[in-house]
């Protein structure tokens, strides 16, 4: 495998000139590992023999970056570059050599470390000289590294794109290891050898010993990276998924209806695959809006995600009751009722349990409760302007999001006769979306009359009957009922006297 070019990146460039002349540090794990691939480097990973609070201070500087301790237990430091663009963390060697600390790590692929290049140092005479601090064969760089150590095949195994485990004792040392491995092999498309994947089974139960925040961490990138189909099948067959989300394992074995052709663990799987299908073409159902999508879909949501990288955890939770709600009709129709509402109780059970942002739990526990409202409309065709306005306001903040999840939904469901019925859900959803994203911008449309004044022109007092009265003068304000203050305070007036009988 020819070097990847570290010194091609600006990362490795200002790392290495801001531990110039310091003491002896490396390149370690996913770095080496990425620029071997040729991947873009980001996350930075420096091992020090030295203090590594001076070396981050150091690079932190070089960047114009903050810097702050990372792990007080094994005393790690990160420093951030001042655009935010890509982080170095910096820690002390483990053991008494690189190779040993190398020996210490998960993977193969990850237990490689390239020297810093050359350091200058103080001779016992007071003279300042040059002295190589290589310690392995092959040079990558001698503008950006110095020597590659690959004490354990990791290059031979990056080659073969395998992951392979550096024995038992690394999931000893590490409990949270198997579910990175999953997540690596769904981010590097590699998969594990055959005795990588008997130690993983055998130290998947572990998986709740690790702090959720450091599970959500992992799982957050397993589930937003490309390979995550291959990768949730993986995690599946090696327990990894029962030990981390028993809540979708728990969806194997359940028969739907005839609508369906999978069980409901089957067909969340088909949900997200159909949702990464629609990420990467919007356009084919959403035509000339599929920009306003896109742009909605990639804005920042929280934890670390983007709106549409959270629809992802949509796709995977939006069936999670069904276990719970499985019922039959006298007529042997298998039915869910309820599974949206009590679905969104137990999205917000697993994101506190994984402790994520509160702001992430509603914005999945909405999806989960609204997935199947454009469905029911599908039924109902064609829409009043007064059905897209109940739509928009049940389904608001994700009036734009639920609409795509259920498109995914939609496509997933091919049971004998469906063809018709998914032509006639996506027509439906192409017609709600310029409504929505209109909706998004611009917010629902205001009254031409205030709260106060309403309550001073009907004389009533303010509160729940005012909060109602503007709720309905909103809806006919979107229906084009109601356009000046006349208008509003006339409807008011009328609703009144209907709600009166």
């Not at 990791?154 to 040392?173: H, K, N, P, S, T």
Request: proline share 6%; with cysteine; hydrophobic share 40%.
């Amino acid at each position: 495998m020819t070097p990847g070019p570290l010194t091609a990146a600006d990362p490795v460039r200002a790392v290495r000139a801001a531990l110039d002349g310091g003491p002896l540090a490396w390149l370690v794990g996913g770095v080496v590992r990425d620029a071997l691939l040729g991947r873009e480097l980001r996350d930075i990973d420096v091992v020090v023999a030295g203090a590594p609070e001076d070396a981050a201070r150091r690079i932190a500087a070089v960047l114009r970056g903050p810097v702050f301790p990372l792990s007080e237990a094994f005393g790690a430091w990160r420093a951030l570059d001042r655009e935010r663009r890509f982080f170095c963390d910096v820690s002390p060697l483990h053991g008494a050599t690189i190779e040993e600390d190398l020996g210490r790590r998960d993977f193969t692929v990850n237990a490689m470390a390239v020297s810093l290049g050359r350091r200058a140092r103080i001779d016992p005479l007071g003279r300042r000289e040059r002295i190589d601090t290589r310690s392995g064969v092959e040079r990558i760089d001698p503008h950006g590294g110095g020597e590659r150590i690959d004490p354990h095949g990791g290059e031979v195994d990056l080659e073969a794109r395998r992951l392979r485990v550096l024995g038992a004792q690394a999931y000893e040392d590490d409990p949270l290891r198997p579910l990175r491995l999953v997540r690596l092999a769904a981010e590097l498309g590699f998969a594990p050898d055959p005795d990588t994947e008997r130690l993983t089974l055998a130290a998947a139960h572990r998986l709740g010993e690790p702090s959720p925040e450091r599970l959500f961490a992992e799982l957050r990138r397993l589930v937003t990276a490309p390979g995550v189909l291959e990768g949730l099948d993986l995690a599946a067959r090696l327990g990894i998924l029962s030990a981390v989300l028993p809540e979708l394992t728990a969806l194997a074995g359940i028969e739907q209806s005839h609508f369906h052709h999978l069980d409901v663990y089957g067909h969340t799987i088909e949900v997200l695959r159909r949702l990464i299908e629609l990420e990467a073409d919007i356009a084919g159902v959403f035509g000339d809006l599929a920009p306003r999508v896109e742009a909605i879909l990639a804005a920042p949501l929280a934890d670390e995600l983007t709106r549409g990288q959270a629809l992802r955890f949509g796709a995977l939770f939006h069936d999670v009751a069904k276990p719970l709600t499985r019922g039959q009709r006298p007529d042997g129709r298998v039915t869910f009722v309820g599974h949206d509402s009590i679905g969104e109780r137990i999205v917000g059970h697993i994101f506190r349990r994984l402790r994520a942002s509160e702001r992430l739990r509603r914005y999945v526990g909405k999806l989960t409760r609204e997935h199947l409202v454009l469905g029911f409309l599908a039924h109902e065709r064609a829409l009043s302007r007064r059905d897209v306005h109940t739509y928009l306001r049940r389904c608001e903040p994700v009036e734009v999001e639920v609409t795509v999840l259920s498109c995914a939904d939609r496509l997933a469901t091919r049971g004998p006769g469906q063809e018709p019925w998914i032509e006639a859900h996506l027509a439906l959803a192409r017609e709600l979306m310029g409504p929505a994203l209109d909706w998004r911008a611009h917010g629902p449309p205001q009254p031409p009359v205030r709260g106060d004044e309403l309550a001073s022109e009907l004389r009533i007092r303010l509160g729940p009957e005012v909060g109602e009265l503007l709720a309905r003068l909103e809806e006919a304000v979107f229906t084009g009922e109601v356009t000046t203050r006349e208008e509003a305070l006339a409807h008011a007036r009328r609703f009144r006297q209907e709600d009166r009988g």
